[in-house]
Every structure is written in structure tokens, then in C-alpha cells.
Nanobody
Framework: QVQLAESGGGLVQAGGSLRLSCAAS????????MGWFRQAPGKEREFVGA????????GYADSVKGRFTISRDDAKNMVYLQMNSLKPEDTAIYHC??????????????????WGQGTQVTVSS
């Protein structure tokens, strides 16, 4: 059974930092492209960042570019999202996702096969 478990969310002041983690099990992690998405109350789910198998390729939403960094550790079956210079508009539930069909899946949520339950990030002004 595939499981993706996010952690690291919380309450932080604007300008602060958080590091989200996603632990994967039940799949061949090194064969999966990984991504982070977020959903704020009353809004559609949106793409945040993605990383390819092997970690060579990364991509980000324009809204987080230069502030967020995605990384992976295949030895630990983990993917991370380092979030710096947080803004109130970053408040959302953050989900990690795994895609087994492509080297790099990017922002196409329909191409991800597995999703985690999410972790809440709240940024106060």
C-alpha cells in the first residue's frame, strides 16, 4: 500500500521559514517524479513545485520561485520543500504527490498517481 505522509507544517510569522517533509512508502521512490501542491480554503488546488527522478530537474510556480526549494533523498524515500520568506498568501494545506509514469511530471496534477493527506501551513501577518 502506497503512503505519502507530510509533516513540518505549522504557524509561522510572515518572513519566516518552514521545511516540509514527505515520507514515501510502498512504492519504488527512485522511479517516481515528485511534486508539491497546495490548497487554500475556497480555492482550487495549485501547483507549488516539482522534482524529477534523480532530482536533476526542478520546477516552481511563479508565486514561489526564488523563495521555495524542492529536494529529494532517494536513500530515505523523502522529498522536502524548504519555504523561505513566507507570506500570508502561502497559507494552505500542502500535499505531496508521486508520479510513476514520467521522468518529470511538473505542474500537471492529473499525471500524479499518489497523494498525501497534507499538512497545514499558516502564515500570520
Amino acid at each position: 500500500q502506497v503512503q505519502l505522509a507530510e509533516s513540518g507544517g505549522g504557524l509561522v510569522q510572515a518572513g519566516g521559514s518552514l521545511r516540509l517533509s514527505c515520507a514515501a512508502s510502498g512504492l519504488t521512490f527512485s522511479s517516481c517524479a515528485m511534486g508539491w501542491f497546495r490548497q487554500a480554503p475556497g480555492k482550487e488546488r495549485e501547483f507549488v513545485g516539482a522534482i524529477s527522478r534523480s532530482g536533476i530537474m526542478t520546477g516552481y510556480a511563479d508565486s514561489v520561485k526564488g523563495r521555495f526549494t524542492i529536494s529529494r533523498d532517494d536513500a530515505k524515500n523523502m522529498v522536502y520543500l524548504q519555504m523561505n520568506s513566507l507570506k500570508p498568501e502561502d497559507t494552505a494545506i500542502y500535499h505531496c504527490a508521486a508520479g510513476s509514469r514520467s521522468y518529470y511530471t511538473g505542474s500537471n496534477s492529473g499525471s500524479y498517481d499518489y497523494w498525501g493527506q497534507g499538512t497545514q501551513v499558516t502564515v500570520s501577518s
